[in-house]
């Protein structure tokens, strides 16, 4: 059976769901292909923070002694597979240059008008979903434990002042009465509390995809690599037949690349690899909000699943096996901050976050393929800017008056460099 639509959307994660959704919304006919269910790739793994207070994106080390952490292998918050690393040398390097002070900053300006309706769309796509019960209203919490550490994020604040994004500065005593659970282990907290975060980012995608169905949207199974040309337009082949459609968007995340470079689209995408692993918590304790460890770069965060242990950056081929030293690293530090019990599965989940060296998404046509649009690439930010950049999207291709100038999401931007 042949369908047709107006537009095929390939990759049910939150950010092909969020512009199957858009789209939907605004009359245009979709079709969702996805090899598994919907939020089934990395959407399933993150730590469920919708960061709009994100203003710095993650910096290269600098220094001497963060770098031979990394490259002694002693470092909790990035490892790396040593074989993998001339693949990637370009792109680290790019990623240096562009995390320098003044571009750190400028990044965040970039950014801003995505991060800063982040929450806001979330909430709507909630509201409409009927998912309120998977969202918190209780920010997110930054431990630091060395005494300089606030010093090293002065620019940043200043930034948040000067946009007026709140923040809190805490003292342990402080931090201990929101998370009582915590132990004092740290030095400096600072709260974040128009953050938001899910307890179940799974659920989340799971009510967006249920949304998307009730405004007619369709969901097709089926292998994004089948895309090819057909009557000026596309097609892909799956399980409920041939779907034809004028346009499509590739919103396969770190597969992206695996349907665009046979079509001549080689975009500078890179994985960061991270783990999460479920753990019960000992007697009574519990957490209100994810916390972040700031300096060791792990996430503790409350879902229904348990308490969510998150890791930082592998630098390692997107298949490769597992490799999770990080978290054998990490597990010290994390009981010490909080009373982790017992592992609820048998080994860790692995998902890779698709990022682009300059820390922003390719949002808008591909080069030099009509009728052919690009969603990927949100980095550590996916599930914050899934929804966000889906409406992004849906007003580009509709010909709508974008919310803002997409030119710095565009793909040619690379082309640049
Ligand atoms: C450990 C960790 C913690 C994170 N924490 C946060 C956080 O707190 N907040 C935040 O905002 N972001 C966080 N992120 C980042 C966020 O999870 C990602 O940026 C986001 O999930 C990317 O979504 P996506 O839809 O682009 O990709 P995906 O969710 O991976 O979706 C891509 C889809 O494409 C499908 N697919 C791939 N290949 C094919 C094919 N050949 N045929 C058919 N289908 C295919 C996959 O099955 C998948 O469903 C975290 C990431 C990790 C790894």
């Given at each position: 059976?042949?369908?047709?639509?107006?537009?095929?959307?390939?990759?049910?994660?939150?950010?092909?769901?969020?512009?199957a959704?858009?789209?939907?919304?605004?009359?245009?006919?979709?079709?969702?292909?996805d090899?598994?269910?919907?939020?089934?790739?990395?959407?399933?793994?993150?730590?469920?923070?919708?960061?709009?207070?994100?203003?710095?994106?993650?910096p290269?080390?600098?220094?001497?002694?963060?770098?031979?952490?990394?490259?002694?292998?002693?470092?909790?918050?990035a490892?790396?597979?040593?074989?993998?690393?001339?693949?990637?040398?370009?792109?680290?390097?790019?990623?240096?240059q562009?995390?320098?002070?003044?571009?750190?900053?400028?990044?965040?300006?970039?950014?801003?008008?995505?991060?800063?309706?982040?929450l806001?769309?979330?909430?709507?796509?909630?509201?409409?979903?009927?998912?309120?019960?998977?969202?918190?209203?209780?920010?997110?919490?930054?431990?630091?434990?060395?005494?300089?550490?606030l010093?090293k994020?002065?620019?940043?604040?200043?930034?948040?002042?000067?946009?007026?994004?709140?923040?809190q500065?805490?003292?342990?005593?402080e931090?201990?009465?929101l998370?009582?659970?915590?132990?004092?282990?740290?030095?400096?907290?600072?709260?974040?509390?128009?953050?938001?975060?899910?307890?179940?980012?799974?659920g989340?995608?799971?009510?967006?995809?249920?949304?998307?169905?009730?405004l007619?949207?369709e969901n097709?199974?089926?292998?994004?690599?089948?895309?090819?040309?057909?009557?000026?337009?596309?097609?892909?082949?799956?399980?409920?037949?041939?779907v034809?459609?004028?346009?499509?968007?590739?919103a396969?995340g770190?597969w992206?690349?695996?349907?665009?470079?046979?079509?001549?689209?080689?975009?500078?995408?890179?994985?960061?690899?991270?783990?999460h692993?479920?753990?019960?918590a000992?007697?009574?304790?519990?957490?209100?909000?994810?916390?972040?460890?700031?300096?060791?770069?792990?996430?503790?965060?409350?879902?229904?699943?348990?308490?969510?242990l998150?890791?930082g950056?592998?630098?390692?081929?997107?298949?490769?096996?597992?490799?999770?030293?990080?978290?054998?690293?990490?597990?010290?530090?994390?009981?010490?901050?909080?009373?982790?019990?017992e592992?609820?599965?048998?080994?860790?989940w692995?998902g890779?976050?698709p990022?682009?060296?300059?820390?922003?998404?390719?949002?808008?046509?591909?080069p030099?393929?009509?009728?052919?649009?690009?969603?990927?690439?949100?980095?550590?930010?996916?599930?914050?800017?899934?929804?966000?950049?889906?409406?992004l999207?849906?007003?580009?291709?509709?010909g709508?008056?974008?919310?803002?100038?997409?030119?710095?999401?565009?793909?040619?931007?690379?082309s640049?460099?």
């Amino acid at each position: 059976m042949m369908q047709k639509k107006n537009v095929i959307v390939l990759g049910a994660g939150i950010v092909g769901i969020s512009a199957a959704l858009h789209l939907q919304k605004r009359g245009v006919s979709t079709v969702l292909v996805d090899r598994q269910g919907p939020g089934e790739g990395t959407s399933y793994g993150n730590a469920g923070i919708i960061e709009g207070n994100t203003l710095f994106p993650y910096p290269f080390p600098r220094s001497i002694r963060a770098l031979t952490r990394v490259a002694l292998k002693l470092a909790t918050e990035a490892n790396y597979h040593a074989g993998f690393l001339p693949r990637i040398a370009r792109w680290l390097w790019n990623v240096r240059q562009a995390t320098t002070p003044e571009q750190l900053e400028a990044t965040a300006r970039v950014m801003r008008p995505l991060f800063e309706r982040a929450l806001s769309e979330h909430e709507e796509l909630v509201e409409a979903a009927g998912a309120q019960r998977y969202l918190r209203h209780t920010g997110w919490l930054r431990v630091y434990r060395s005494e300089n550490a606030l010093e090293k994020l002065a620019a940043e604040l200043k930034l948040a002042d000067e946009y007026g994004i709140p923040y809190q500065k805490l003292s342990v005593e402080e931090s201990l009465a929101l998370e009582p659970s915590l132990s004092p282990v740290f030095k400096h907290g600072v709260l974040w509390p128009k953050a938001a975060s899910y307890s179940n980012p799974l659920g989340v995608s799971r009510a967006f995809n249920a949304h998307y169905l009730s405004l007619g949207g369709e969901n097709a199974k089926g292998d994004a690599k089948t895309l090819a040309r057909a009557n000026g337009g596309w097609k892909v082949t799956t399980e409920q037949g041939e779907v034809h459609a004028e346009e499509a968007v590739v919103a396969l995340g770190p597969w992206s690349p695996d349907i665009l470079e046979p079509l001549g689209i080689d975009l500078p995408l890179a994985v960061k690899r991270g783990y999460h692993w479920h753990f019960s918590a000992k007697g009574n304790a519990s957490l209100s909000r994810p916390v972040l460890d700031a300096e060791l770069g792990f996430i503790l965060g409350p879902m229904e699943q348990g308490i969510r242990l998150t890791t930082g950056a592998e630098f390692a081929h997107r298949d490769a096996k597992p490799t999770p030293v990080q978290i054998d690293r990490l597990m010290p530090y994390a009981k010490n901050l909080f009373p982790l019990g017992e592992p609820l599965e048998p080994k860790p989940w692995l998902g890779a976050r698709p990022c682009f060296w300059d820390s922003r998404p390719v949002i808008g046509r591909a080069p030099g393929q009509k009728g052919l649009w690009l969603d990927y690439g949100h980095g550590h930010s996916g599930l914050t800017l899934g929804p966000v950049t889906g409406r992004l999207l849906a007003e580009m291709m509709t010909g709508s008056t974008t919310f803002t100038d997409p030119a710095p999401f565009s793909a040619e931007r690379f082309s640049k460099n």
